[in-house]
């Protein structure tokens, strides 16, 4: 493990943006992590978070997964996922919503859910289980442009979204880790099952073995790209990896974007960690 990381440090210290990361090698329990609590634009990483606020509201009674959630217009005036595009006060269930919000990152049902639930809420839950870094601020995010401090932005740490990743597979076997969640063994498992369907697998899966199962959520927003998540061996998890980039530039003196070198550094970071710990 100190070998992958001094490795992993070298590969990031090559690269002309700030990189922060937390990996746990699920088998050993050892983790270790670059700029752990260094506190970053979340983007759309930050939708874990509401999913399992959503489903500790579910486990508390206050919302049914098979409620009607209607597509209103309001929530429409965004870039991300596939309802933006559809006909207004047409409704899905809220656990359909929650698959769209994640596998797609859906920004109409992010906003939708995160009113149902209350950003208070959202933060609550972060707070009670340790996630000292990271703050919810708006439903769907309306900060512009590249410049903004982090405080005006919905922000996380690569050490928190990995602890928030590491209770929710704790969850799905222990009572009392789903509890810290306020949920049931049951609704964890139904969270990390909807992180696992994740169709943008661009970034942690793309360079491991075809049908590496991968319980993770991207986030990208105007200077950074991100991808947390845990990585499996066949059914067994493997490791839990979160990596942040910020202050990604628009254009690499070759000409390549920002956001694509950014890409391929989570790839290979991701296959790093793979070739060292799987068996």
């Not at 634009?41 to 939708?47: I, L, Y």
């Not at 997964?65 to 996922?81: E, F, H, R, V, W």
């Not at 596998?103 to 992010?110: G, L, M, P």
């Not at 942040?244 to 003196?253: A, I, R, S």
Request: charged content about 20%.
């Amino acid at each position: 493990m100190d070998d992958l990381v001094r490795r992993l440090n070298a590969f990031c210290d090559d690269h002309p943006w700030q990189t922060s990361f937390y990996l746990k090698n699920l088998r050993t329990g050892e983790a270790a992590n670059r700029l752990g609590d260094a506190i970053v634009p979340s983007a759309s990483t930050r939708k874990i978070a509401i999913m399992m606020a959503a489903l500790k509201a579910v486990h508390e009674g206050r919302f049914r997964l098979d409620q009607p959630i209607t597509i209103q217009a309001k929530y429409q005036d965004n870039n991300s996922g596939v309802c933006q595009h559809l006909t207004p006060g047409g409704t899905i269930n809220l656990r359909d919503a929650l698959v769209l919000m994640i596998i797609v990152s859906d920004n109409t049902c992010t906003g939708t859910i995160a009113d149902m639930v209350g950003l208070d809420a959202v933060n609550a839950l972060c707070r009670s289980i340790g996630m000292k870094g990271t703050t919810h601020r708006q439903g769907i995010p309306r900060v512009g442009g590249r410049d903004h401090p982090v405080e005006a932005s919905n922000a996380t740490t690569a050490n928190d979204v990995g602890l928030l990743l590491d209770l929710i597979l704790q969850g799905t076997r222990d009572a009392a880790a789903a509890a810290r969640l306020g949920c049931s063994t049951e609704l964890c498992q139904l969270g990390l099952d909807i992180l696992s369907w994740q169709k943008l697998r661009n970034r942690l899966p793309a360079l491991l073995p075809e049908g590496t199962k991968v319980a993770h959520k991207t986030g990208t927003g105007a200077r950074n790209n991100n991808d947390a998540g845990i990585v499996f061996q066949g059914d067994e998890p493997l490791f839990i990896l979160t990596i942040y980039t910020e202050n990604l530039p628009q254009h690499m003196p070759d000409g390549i974007p920002g956001f694509a070198a950014a890409t391929y550094q989570i790839n290979r970071m991701a296959r790093m960690c793979w070739d060292a710990l799987a068996q």
